[in-house]
């Protein structure tokens, strides 16, 4: 007896669904392996120090996963679609997170600008100074400075680190920045340059790892925390070396 064309149009959907369910089993099957995709926010000092190590050693791991890095740095940043995102600070709404790194801001000047290594903060009051823009952490970075009755002169703002440490060799002023945008521009070892210890410290800025909360990682996205909290303390070994720490 010959088949209908229902019949056929039966078996066609059948092997539709048989295609879709075994396409699913593999996409189950890849993403309990750690070889799915994840979507990660980042930022500038972090995308230069941080981020190359999670996304190496998670291909080491998962040759077959699909890794999206964004770099943004918004006034009120969102986590939106991504499973992870760097931040420097805790973010409001509903989000998890787990802080990396205390991280201290420190004076970036001309070598023989200033003559001690630890630089009084009202030594800055009128002093030209090199910034990033007033977004993130930056407003209360200089809030700390106004509350030190220190006005510093600001004659140029930037995003860009390497840029202001070209300001910075080229005269035109002295930056505040976090370590971790000095460490990550090797500027410690620039002849022309010195990096100094505020006296008192400004409260260092801290950089964050934030998820959706109540949300379940995918293992990529577990081992991408382990992994960045793992860079964290190894930075943070670092920073102790070359940072005495607060001082009043």
């Known amino acids: 007896m010959e088949l ?9 959907h059948g092997r539709e669904l048989l295609a879709k369910a075994a396409a699913l089993a593999e996409a189950v099957d890849r993403f309990q392996a750690g070889d799915g995709r994840i979507d990660i926010g980042t930022f500038q000092s972090v995308s230069t120090v941080i981020s190359p190590v999670v996304v190496r050693r998670l291909r080491d791991e ?3 996963c699909d890794i999206r890095l964004s770099e943004e740095e918004p006034e009120a940043p ?3 679609d991504l499973d992870l995102l760097f931040y420097d600070g805790p973010l409001n709404g509903d989000v998890e997170h787990v802080k990396l790194l205390d991280d201290p801001y420190l004076l970036v000047a001309r070598r023989g600008t200033f003559s001690e290594h630890s630089v009084p903060l009202d030594q800055l009051d009128g002093a030209p100074l090199v910034a990033w823009p007033s977004t993130c952490d930056q407003p209360r970075m200089e809030e700390a400075f106004t509350r030190a009755g220190a006005n510093p002169k600001i004659v140029f703002r930037t995003a860009g680190n390497e840029t202001l440490l070209s300001m910075v060799r080229a005269g035109m002023g002295s930056a505040v920045l976090p370590w971790l945008a000095i460490h990550a521009a090797d500027a410690e070892s620039d002849d022309r340059l010195r990096v100094h210890e505020l006296r008192p410290a400004i409260p260092p800025r801290e950089v964050c790892l934030h998820w959706r909360a109540g949300r379940t990682h995918s293992p990529l996205a577990a081992r991408a925390i382990e992994i960045a909290i793992e860079v964290a303390s190894d930075l943070a070994d ?6 005495s720490g607060p001082t009043t």
Not at 4 to 12: I, K, L, Q, V
Not at 238 to 243: D, K, R, S, V
Request: charged content about 30%; glycine content about 20%.
């Open 4 to 12: 209908g064309a229902h019949d056929n149009g039966d078996r066609e």
């Open 62 to 64: 998962h040759p077959g």
């Open 78 to 80: 969102q986590i939106g």
């Open 238 to 243: 670092e920073l102790a070396l070359e940072y």
